[in-house]
């Protein structure tokens, strides 16, 4: 698993930077469907922490906003709030909702 080489991932030569899949983790840690298990939330910090102790950038999936702020307050450098998924499905559903009427 990535996260049990996350020193020598981040010490890598061209390795710009980690990003995190919380539900891809959550699953890799047993705890499929379930990114806010405390095993995923604390191994979610330890990637951050070591990240940072290697000088490169982290991020992390985090569409809702109270996991966004977390991940920043934890050291996350970037977080991603949305998805081109969750984009076009929100603009087909308004796009379906105005054609029921």
Not at 8 to 15: C, D, K, N, R, S
Not at 46 to 52: C, D, E, L, P
Not at 55 to 67: F, R, T
Request: aromatic share 6%.
């Amino acid at each position: 698993m990535g996260v049990d080489n996350v020193d020598a991932i981040a010490a890598t030569e061209g390795v710009d930077g980690i990003f995190v899949g919380p539900s891809d983790l959550a699953a890799a840690l047993g705890h499929l469907g379930n990114a806010s298990h405390p095993d995923v939330q604390q191994t979610i910090q330890h990637i951050f922490a070591r990240a940072k102790a290697h000088g490169k950038p982290c991020g992390i999936l985090a569409p809702v906003e109270a996991d966004a702020r977390r991940y920043l307050e934890w050291g996350a450098t970037f977080v991603a709030v949305g998805s081109d998924l969750g984009a076009f499905r929100a603009s087909t559903q308004k796009l379906a909702d105005t054609f029921k009427k």
